[in-house]
């Protein structure tokens, strides 16, 4: 069993940054993916970093603008986001698929934070 507690949500204009915390024990051995979900759209992958950091992945809408990253010692995986757009709002998780190997279908995914809503609008 693995629990995230998830930080860093909030109300930014467009144009501005956020980061997100996604925090869990031994964080170090799981592939960590972010997804969102705005209302009534289907969740989505948005980047995902896998255990060894030698794989960091990104969705095309936010590539060049995210970035993930891992601190071991603080056991929490981040995604900075710079450059928000009205269409980046939704509800934002973390999630493992419980090994190391990160994955494009969230179905695969079995861990879950509780989401943290990230809101982008003048």
């Known amino acids: 069993q693995v629990q995230f507690v998830e930080s860093g949500g909030g109300l930014v204009q467009p144009g501005g940054s956020l980061r997100l915390s996604c925090v869990a024990s031994n964080l170090d051995v799981y592939a960590i993916g972010w997804f969102r979900q705005a209302p009534g759209k289907e969740r989505e992958g948005v980047s995902c970093i896998s255990r060894s950091e030698s794989g960091t992945y990104y969705s095309n809408s936010v590539k060049g603008r995210f970035t993930i990253s891992r601190d071991s010692a603080k056991n929490t995986v981040y995604l900075q986001m710079n450059s928000l757009k009205p269409e980046d709002t939704a509800v934002y998780y973390c999630?493992?698929?419980?090994?190391?190997?990160?994955?494009?279908?969230?179905?695969?995914?079995?861990?879950w934070g509780q989401g943290t809503q990230v809101t982008v609008s003048s």
């Open positions: 999630a493992t698929p419980g090994d190391g190997w990160c994955r494009h279908n969230p179905y695969e995914y079995r861990y």
